[in-house]
C-alpha cells in the first residue's frame, strides 16, 4: 500500500500545504502587504504603420470611385480583388507619395500584373502620353523630395477621405 503523504505545516496525513490552515498562517505573516501602486490609464497612441494602413485603404477606395471602377487601360468596369488602385511612381521610390491620389490609378487585375509589372518601360510611356499633365504634376513633387507625414498628417487626412468618401 503506498504511504500517504504528510503535510509539512501540521504533519497531518492527506493534505498538503494548499489545503492546510497552519501553513496558510504562516504563509500569510511571511508576506508583507504593501499597497498596489497603479499607473493613471494612457491613452494609446495608434503606430504610424496602423495610420499608413488605414490611410492607404481610403485613398483607394477615393481613387476607385474616382475612376468609376474602370480600368484605365482597357476600359472594362472592374470590381472586387479585379479591381487595383495601382501607384504610377512605386511607393518603393518615393514614399511620400504613397498617398497622393493622383499618383494611383485603377487596373483591372490582369493589365496590373500582368502589364504594368512586366513591361514597365512600355507602360511608363503609356501613363505619360495618355496623362501628361498629371505625370508633369507627379515628377515635380518627385524632384521636390518631400517629407514623409507624421502621425498628426496622417490622422488629419484619414479624416479628410473619410469626409470625401462619405
Not at 494602413?53 to 472592374?78: M, P, S
Not at 504634376?137 to 490622422?155: A, C, S, V, W
Request: glycine share 4%.
Amino acid at each position: 500500500m503506498p504511504k500517504i503523504p504528510k503535510c509539512k505545516g501540521c504533519n497531518k496525513e492527506g493534505h498538503y500545504k494548499i489545503n492546510c490552515l497552519v501553513t496558510a498562517k504562516t504563509v500569510i505573516k511571511k508576506v508583507s502587504i504593501k499597497p498596489i501602486k497603479t499607473k493613471p490609464a494612457l491613452k494609446k497612441k495608434p503606430s504610424k504603420t496602423l495610420l499608413k494602413k488605414k490611410l492607404e485603404i481610403l485613398v483607394k477606395d477615393f481613387v476607385k470611385r474616382r475612376d468609376n471602377y474602370t480600368c484605365q487601360r482597357c476600359g472594362k468596369i472592374v470590381e472586387g480583388s479585379n479591381c487595383h488602385a495601382s501607384h504610377v511612381i512605386p511607393v518603393s521610390r518615393s514614399g511620400y507619395l504613397q498617398f497622393e491620389p493622383l499618383n494611383m490609378k485603377v487596373l483591372c487585375y490582369h493589365d496590373h500584373i500582368n502589364w504594368w509589372h512586366k513591361h514597365p518601360i512600355e507602360a511608363g510611356k503609356w501613363f505619360t502620353d495618355t496623362f501628361p499633365e498629371r505625370w508633369e504634376y507627379l515628377r515635380n513633387l518627385h524632384i521636390q523630395r518631400l517629407k514623409p507625414m507624421n502621425e498628426q498628417q496622417l490622422i488629419d487626412k484619414i479624416k479628410e477621405y473619410k469626409d470625401l468618401l462619405s
